[in-house]
C-alpha cells in the first residue's frame, strides 16, 4: 500500500499569510493527487486534482504543485474561511490512501 | 445538479449487521465508479471501498475485507456498503463519492456499541 504523510500535522497561521502544506508518497504515483478541504461538521471539498489542476469554483489563492513522490497545496494568502483540515489523496493505485491531516488554525 | 443521499446508519451491536445505501441523481450513474470514505469521530479519512461503472471491478482496505461488500444496482441508481460483523473500530461517518471524489454525499452515522 502507498503510504501518505503530511506535513505539519498542524499549524498557526494569519490572516493573509501565505500557507504551504507538504505531502509525500512512499512511492511514485505520478501526478495521482488530490487535495481536500474540510471544515468541522462539514463534508470533505475536492480543491485540487491531478495534482496542480484546480476544481471549478476554488479561489484562484489555492494552487498545487509535485509529481512522483512529493506534493505541495499552497495558500498565497490565508484568509478567514480557510481555516480548516487539509487532506492529500492518492489515485495511483488501489487502495487509495488519504495523508492524516493538516490543521490550519488561527494565530 | 449532482446529488449524493446517504441512508442507512444507525445504532448496531458489535456483530451485527448494517447495509447503507447511497442514491445518486444529476449525472450517468451507470458510467462512473463509486466510492464510500468513512471519518472515525475526531479522525481523519479513510477510503473503504469502489465499485467499478458496471460492478465488475471491487476493492477494499484490508481494515473491511471479507465483512464488507460493496455493490450496485444501476437499474435504481444506488450503490449499497454491506456491512456485517460490525466492531466498535467501525464507528464513523460513511460517505459515499463519485470515482474522482468531486462529489460527497453529505454522509452517514455508524455507531457500533453495545
Known amino acids: 500500500d502507498i503510504q501518505m504523510t503530511q506535513s505539519p500535522s498542524a499549524m498557526s497561521a494569519s490572516v493573509g499569510d501565505r500557507v504551504t502544506i507538504t505531502c509525500r508518497a512512499s512511492q511514485g504515483i505520478s501526478n495521482y493527487l488530490a487535495w481536500f478541504q474540510q471544515k468541522p461538521g462539514k463534508v470533505p471539498k475536492r480543491l485540487i486534482y491531478?495534482?496542480?489542476s484546480l476544481q471549478s469554483g476554488v479561489p484562484s489563492r489555492f494552487s498545487g504543485s509535485g509529481s512522483g513522490t512529493e506534493f505541495t497545496l499552497t495558500i498565497s494568502s490565508l484568509q478567514p474561511e480557510d481555516f480548516a483540515t487539509y487532506y492529500c489523496l492518492q489515485y495511483n493505485s488501489y487502495p487509495r490512501t488519504f495523508g492524516q491531516g493538516t490543521k490550519v488554525e488561527i494565530k | 445538479q449532482v446529488q449524493l443521499v446517504e441512508s442507512g446508519g444507525g445504532v448496531v451491536q458489535p456483530g451485527r449487521s448494517l447495509r447503507l445505501s447511497c442514491a445518486a441523481s444529476g449525472f450517468t450513474f451507470s458510467s462512473y465508479g463509486m466510492h464510500w470514505v468513512r471519518q472515525a469521530p475526531g479522525k481523519g479519512l479513510e477510503w473503504v471501498a469502489f465499485i467499478s461503472y458496471d460492478g465488475g471491478n471491487k476493492d477494499y482496505v484490508d481494515a473491511v475485507k471479507g465483512r464488507f461488500t460493496i455493490s450496485r444496482d444501476n437499474s435504481k441508481n444506488t450503490v449499497y456498503l454491506q456491512m456485517n460483523s460490525l466492531r466498535a473500530e467501525d464507528t464513523a461517518v460513511y460517505y459515499c463519492?463519485?470515482?474522482?471524489?468531486?462529489?460527497w454525499g453529505q454522509g452517514t452515522l455508524v455507531t457500533v456499541s453495545s
Open positions: 491531478a495534482a496542480s
Open positions: 463519492t463519485k470515482r474522482t471524489f468531486d462529489y
